[in-house]
C-alpha cells in the first residue's frame, strides 16, 4: 500500500502550484484591471465553460483518490475484509489502555485498530518518529470506532489521542507503541 | 499641536457627529464593538502563537480557554458585529425605507457586545474550554471545569443568539412591512422574491412568469444568508440550553447521565447548526458583499446577474446538506453520508463560491480602467483569500485525505485561517473602506500610505501564517493540542512573525480610523442622534 507520506507530498506539489498560480493570476489581473482596454464584455459561454471545468475538478478529485489512494476504498468496504491482526484498545480519563502484549505486526499485513471510550469524544492517531502522521480516526463514546490498515514498511509508531478532550489531552502519547517488522 | 488637534477632532475636521442620523450611528457603533473584539481575537492568537513555540509561559488550562474563546470572539463579537451593523444599514439604504425597529437594531449590538464579554470573562477566570465544537459530553465533563463558569459561559452565548435572533426579526421585518404614510407594501412577494421563491417557481412556469425582482440582488443576498442566521442560533441556542440543564442539576447536586445523550447524533446536530455558518451565511454573505462591492466599484450591473441570484439560492440549500465532511473521521458515520454529504454536496461549494469569483471578476474587468482604490485592492484581496481556502477546504472533504488531513494544522491554516483572516476579513474591510464616506458624511481618511501598509502588511501576514500552518500540518502537527518538545517549532516561529505583520496591519488600520474621525468623534458615536431615525443618511436639504 502506498505510505501515506507518498500522498502528502503529492497534495503539498499540487496545492503549492495551484496557490502559486491563482497568487499570480489575481496580481495579473489586479495590474491589468488598472490599465486602459478594449471594452470587454464576456460571452456567456466562457462562464459556463468555467462552471464545467469546477464541475469537472470538484467531482474529478474524489475518483482519481478513490482509485490511487489504497485505504480509501479498504476503509469503505473494512466490514468485509479479514484482518490478519485485531487489537482492542480501550480508553478512559485519558489513558490508552493497550493490549497486554506489544502491539507487533508483520509487514504487507492488514491490521484492525478497535478503539471504544468509556466517557470522552478521544482522537486516536499513528504518528512516525518524526512525528508525522500515519492515520488517525475519531474515538466517539457509545460507538465503535474502528480503523482498518496495511502496514508496507517496517517501523516503530507511537499512539497519539488526535481530538481535544480538556487539557489533559495533550498528554495522551504512547511512545513507540506499534512495531512493524519484516 | 496638529497632531493632538487631529486626534481629538479628526483628519481636518471633517467628521461632524451631530450630522449623523441615528442609523449611521448605529452602524458606527457595530463597528467600534467589531473592532475592540477583532483586537481581543488577535491578541489572543498572538499570545497563542507564542504558546505554540514556548508551551511554558502559560499554563495548559489557560491556554485551552483561550483556545475556546478565541473563535468565538472572532465570530460573534467581532465579525457577527460588522456584518450585522452592516446589513441593518444597508437593507434600508439600499430599498429606500426606514428600518423595521431602531430599537432592537441597537438592542442587538448591546447584546452581543454584553454576551461576548460574558462568556470570554467567565472563560478568562474559570478556564472553560470545551472548545468551540463542543463534542459530548466535553462542555458536561465537570471532573475537569468548573459548572458555575460553563453556566456563565454557556449563558453570555444565548444572549449573543437572542440578539442575533433580533437581527433576523428586523431584517426579514425591513424587507417586507409597510411603513407609515406608504402605499401598501406587498409582503408575501418581496419575501418571495428576497428567499427565491418567485424565481425557483418561475422554472415550472409555462406562462406568466415573473421578469422583474422586487428585491434587489444585494438584499437578496442578505436575505438567504439570514435564514441561515436564524437556523444557526437555534441549534446553538437549543444546544446551550441543554448543557445548562447538566449545568444547573449539577449545581443543585444531580449529577445526569451523560449516556443519556449519543455523541454520534449529537456531533451530527452540532456541526448541521455550526456548519450553517462555516458554509452557509458567511459564503453567502460574502459572495453577496462582492457583488454589491464590485456593482458599486464599476457602477455597472453584475456579469450573470440572474444566475448569481440563483446561485445564491443553490448556496443555501447546499448549507443545509454539507455538514458530514466534518464526520469523514468519524468510523460510525454512515459511508453514504460521507459520501453524499462529505463529497459531493460539498464540492458543490466549489462550483458556487467559483462562480460568485468568477462574476466579480467580469464585473470588475468590464469597468476598466479602475483607479486602484482601498475597497477595490481589498476586495481583490478577499477574492485572493478564498480563491486559496476554498480547494484547500475541498480537498481535506475527501475520504482518502481526510484520513492523514484531520485536525492537522492544514485544516486550520490554509482552509480556515486564510478564509477567515485573507478572504472574509479582507472583503469586509472592502466594505468598511467604501462605506466609510457614507456612514461618516464625507470624513476624510487620514492616511492613505497607513491603509497601504493595512493592505500590504495583512495579506501577506494572512497568506504566510496559513501557508507554514498548513506546512506543518502536512508534517503532521496537530491543532487543539500543545508541543512541548519544540517539535514544530520553525514553522510556529515563522507563523507567529506572519501574525505579526496581520497585527501591525491592524494597529495601522485603527489608528488611521482613531485619526481620521478623533477621539471626540468616536465618543459621539454612542450618543443618541437628534435626526430624524427614519433617515438612513441625512435627508437632502
Known amino acids: 500500500m502506498v505510505d501515506s507520506q507518498v500522498v502528502l507530498w503529492g497534495q503539498t506539489i499540487a496545492y503549492t502550484c495551484y496557490a502559486l498560480a491563482i497568487m499570480a493570476l489575481m496580481a495579473w489581473f489586479g495590474y491589468k484591471i488598472t490599465r486602459q482596454g478594449d471594452a470587454y464584455k464576456a460571452p456567456t459561454k466562457l462562464f459556463y465553460a468555467f462552471v464545467s471545468v469546477l464541475i469537472v475538478a470538484g467531482v474529478s478529485l474524489h475518483i482519481i483518490t478513490y482509485n490511487t489512494i489504497p485505504w480509501a476504498p479498504m476503509d469503505m468496504n473494512r466490514a468485509d475484509i479479514k484482518a490478519d491482526k485485531v487489537f482492542e484498545i480501550t480508553v478512559a480519563n485519558h489513558q490508552f489502555n493497550l493490549p497486554a502484549e506489544r502491539m507487533i505486526i508483520k509487514v504487507g499485513e492488514k491490521a484492525l485498530f478497535n478503539v471504544t471510550s468509556a466517557d470522552l469524544t478521544y482522537g486516536f492517531g499513528l504518528f512516525r518518529r518524526d512525528n508525522s502522521m500515519l492515520f488517525q480516526m475519531q474515538v466517539v463514546p457509545g460507538h465503535n470506532n474502528d480503523i482498518l490498515w496495511q502496514f508496507n514498511k517496517p517501523g516503530v509508531y507511537s499512539i497519539r489521542s488526535t481530538e481535544y478532550s480538556g487539557p489533559k489531552g495533550a498528554q495522551m502519547i504512547v511512545e513507540n507503541a506499534v512495531e512493524v517488522i519484516e | ?541
Open chain 2, 1 to 541: 499641536m496638529k497632531f493632538i488637534e487631529t486626534f481629538l477632532h479628526g483628519e481636518e475636521g471633517l467628521f461632524k457627529p451631530k450630522t449623523l442620523t441615528p442609523m449611521q450611528k448605529l452602524v458606527l457603533r457595530f463597528v467600534v464593538v467589531s473592532l475592540v473584539f477583532y483586537f481581543f481575537a488577535l491578541f489572543e492568537g498572538m499570545l497563542m502563537r507564542i504558546m505554540q513555540v514556548d508551551p511554558s509561559l502559560m499554563p495548559a488550562d489557560q491556554y485551552f480557554g483561550m483556545l475556546t474563546a478565541h473563535p468565538l470572539v472572532g465570530i460573534f463579537g467581532s465579525t457577527y458585529s460588522l456584518v450585522f451593523g452592516a446589513f441593518l444599514f444597508l437593507v434600508p439604504f439600499l430599498m429606500k425605507k426606514p428600518i423595521w425597529s431602531f430599537k432592537l437594531a441597537n438592542w442587538t449590538w448591546i447584546l452581543i457586545a454584553a454576551g461576548t464579554m460574558i462568556f470570554w470573562t467567565a472563560g478568562f477566570l474559570t478556564h472553560y474550554s470545551p472548545l468551540y465544537t463542543l463534542y459530548w459530553p466535553l462542555p458536561a465533563d465537570f471532573t475537569q471545569f468548573n459548572p458555575l463558569g460553563g453556566a456563565i459561559f454557556i449563558t453570555g452565548i444565548a444572549i449573543i443568539m437572542v440578539g442575533t435572533a433580533f437581527f433576523v426579526i428586523n431584517i426579514f421585518a425591513t424587507i417586507t412591512y409597510t411603513p407609515e404614510g406608504w402605499e401598501k407594501q406587498p409582503s408575501g412577494k418581496l419575501i418571495k422574491s428576497a428567499l427565491g421563491i418567485d424565481a425557483f417557481s418561475n422554472l415550472f412556469k409555462k406562462r406568466d412568469k415573473q421578469k422583474e425582482h422586487l428585491v434587489s440582488l444585494p438584499v437578496a443576498a442578505v436575505a438567504r444568508g439570514t435564514v441561515d442566521v436564524a437556523l444557526n442560533a437555534g441549534i446553538i441556542l437549543f444546544t446551550g440550553v441543554l448543557i445548562l440543564v447538566y449545568m444547573v442539576a449539577y449545581l443543585m447536586g444531580y449529577d445526569l447521565k451523560h449516556s443519556a445523550i449519543d455523541a454520534l447524533l449529537y456531533k451530527n446536530w452540532f456541526w448541521w447548526g455550526l456548519d450553517l455558518i462555516a458554509d452557509g451565511l458567511v459564503l453567502i454573505f460574502v459572495a453577496g458583499t462582492w457583488y454589491l462591492l464590485a456593482m458599486l466599484i464599476t457602477g455597472k450591473q453584475l456579469f450573470m446577474q440572474n444566475i448569481a441570484r440563483a446561485a445564491l439560492l443553490v448556496e443555501l440549500v447546499v448549507s443545509w446538506t454539507v455538514w458530514s465532511h466534518h464526520l469523514m473521521s468519524d468510523q460510525a458515520q454512515p459511508g453514504i453520508l460521507k459520501i453524499l454529504s462529505g463529497e459531493l454536496v460539498t464540492a458543490f461549494e466549489l462550483i458556487t463560491q467559483g462562480l460568485a469569483f468568477f462574476i466579480t471578476l467580469v464585473t470588475l474587468w468590464s469597468a476598466r480602467p479602475l483607479k486602484m482604490t482601498n475597497p477595490l485592492k481589498f476586495l481583490l484581496g478577499g477574492l485572493l483569500g478564498f480563491g486559496l481556502a476554498v480547494p484547500a477546504g475541498i480537498m481535506q472533504a475527501d475520504i482518502g485525505l481526510n484520513r492523514i488531513l484531520h485536525n492537522t494544522q492544514w485544516i486550520i491554516g490554509p482552509h480556515v485561517h486564510v478564509a477567515i483572516l485573507v478572504g472574509l476579513t479582507m472583503t469586509l474591510y472592502s466594505a468598511v473602506y467604501i462605506l466609510f464616506p457614507i456612514v461618516t458624511n464625507g470624513a476624510k481618511l487620514y492616511s492613505q500610505k497607513l491603509a497601504n501598509v493595512h493592505f500590504w502588511f495583512h495579506l501577506i501576514g494572512g497568506i504566510g501564517m496559513g501557508a507554514f500552518m498548513g506546512m506543518a500540518g502536512l508534517h503532521g502537527m496537530l491543532r487543539r493540542t500543545l508541543y512541548y518538545n519544540g517539535e514544530f517549532n520553525l514553522y510556529m516561529i515563522l507563523a507567529a512573525l506572519s501574525g505579526t505583520l496581520m497585527f501591525i496591519a491592524f494597529l495601522a488600520f485603527f489608528y488611521n480610523i482613531v485619526m481620521s474621525l478623533g477621539l471626540n468623534g468616536v465618543i459621539q458615536v454612542f450618543t443618541p442622534s437628534k435626526l430624524d431615525v427614519k433617515d438612513t443618511v441625512p435627508a437632502a436639504e
